[in-house]
């Protein structure tokens, strides 16, 4: 296999395109710039590794001082526990009784696992999956703080959900989430700050009524890449943000340059059949465009476009453009997470030099 031919030490040019190539030393500053935030408020971080989707980059984070993880689905949590990491939060409802199986499976061999309700009919199918399996599941409630989504409504609705699983002797309620994700990506940021701390407020004050009727909550958990730190100094105790890792081109045009852009992908010019155009070997199979078109990592006036699964093509405002065929060229993704779930390899390296090939294993995991 093509991956396993490159070798530590040599440089990162010698890699087949379109790839993934990842600065490591951008990830530590990443790592660090997050991590410090929140080592300073005491805050616990579970990032979410449904940008990361590889267990090395969960164990980095874990290294950096994540308190655990989080992923989305079940077959992402199978993957992350088949690497021996025990801690896991499922920020995703499970539903349906082949989810539920595999859900009590695992939870059987990693008892460490958690997951999310927001229905009756959830806790009741969890219970009794649970009960089958003779295991107990720890359960937050998800809240819905405004990004409409998945989530109870705050204040009562919730209560009741609390009450109900008190009732379930396999299930113990551990805590709440309340994921605003309507608001990562708000440029403004003092009206992202502002909504946030009001989003927090449904969440705190649910998790107060719960608490006057008996009920633990010893997890809040909220948060993403453009909200973790206003999460924390609302009152949640753990945050999950995910793209800081790598970082992307939405997320630079709303929150600027805290976090850098560590990955990139790579891609070789095919063809030049004008001055002011080049096709370059990465179409939508490289590159997702659900949150527009990638940019070159060089600012210039040439823009990207796809041109089909396998092509993309380069072209420049102003006439010639200073590349011909064979040159390579770094394209940074405007979302991470679907990009990256596109490839089956990070290259990672330090100054050029190719230190690791890590499998995306759990890529394509979305059951
Ligand atoms: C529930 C939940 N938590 C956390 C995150 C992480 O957000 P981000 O990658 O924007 O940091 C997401 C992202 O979609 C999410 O759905």
């Not at 939405?250 to 790579?266: F, K």
Request: contains cysteine; proline residues 3%; glycine residues 8%.
């Amino acid at each position: 296999m093509h991956a396993t031919t490159i070798e530590k030490g040599n440089s990162t040019d010698l890699i087949d395109t379109p790839c993934l190539l990842v600065d490591l030393d951008i990830v530590d500053k990443n790592l660090e710039s997050l991590f410090q935030k929140f080592r300073n408020r005491k805050v616990n971080v579970r990032p979410h590794l449904k940008t990361v989707k590889s267990p090395e980059f969960a164990k980095l984070l874990l290294q950096a001082g994540a308190i655990g993880v989080c992923t989305a689905k079940v077959s992402e949590a199978e993957v992350m526990a088949a690497a021996g990491i025990e801690d896991i939060l499922i920020t995703t409802e499970i539903i349906g009784a082949a989810k539920l199986g595999r859900l009590t499976k695992l939870i059987s061999k990693h008892p460490e696992i958690k997951v999310v309700v927001d229905s009756q009919i959830g806790i009741a199918a969890m219970q009794q999956s649970a009960s089958e399996a003779n295991v107990n599941l720890k359960v937050l409630i998800e809240l819905n703080v405004g990004q409409n989504r998945a989530g109870t409504e705050p204040g009562e609705p919730a209560l009741k959900l609390a009450n109900e699983i008190a009732k379930q002797p396999n299930l113990h309620l551990l805590g709440i989430q309340g994921y605003e994700g309507h608001l990562q990506l708000l440029t403004d940021e003092a009206e992202r700050k502002r909504l946030c701390t009001e989003a927090m407020e449904r969440l705190m004050s649910t998790v107060a009524l719960l608490r006057e009727n008996g009920h633990t909550t010893e997890v809040i958990t909220s948060g993403g890449t453009g909200t973790a730190e206003y999460c924390a100094d609302a009152g949640v105790n753990e945050v999950q943000p995910g793209s800081f890792v790598f970082m992307d081109g939405a997320y630079r045009r709303a929150i600027g340059e805290r976090y850098g852009h560590a990955l990139t992908v790579v891609a070789t010019v095919i063809s030049k059949p004008a001055d002011n155009r080049c096709v370059i070997d990465a179409g939508f199979k490289s590159l997702s465009t659900d949150s527009g078109n990638a940019e070159l990592k060089v600012q210039s006036d040439i823009s990207y476009r796809p041109a089909g699964d396998e092509h993309g093509i380069l072209e420049s405002a102003s006439g010639t453009i200073p590349l011909n065929i064979g040159d390579r060229v770094e394209l940074i993704p405007s979302h991470i997470d679907t990009t990256v779930n596109l490839h089956d390899y990070y290259y990672c390296h330090r100054g050029g030099k190719l230190e690791h090939v890590w499998k995306l294993s759990a890529r394509g995991k979305v059951q």
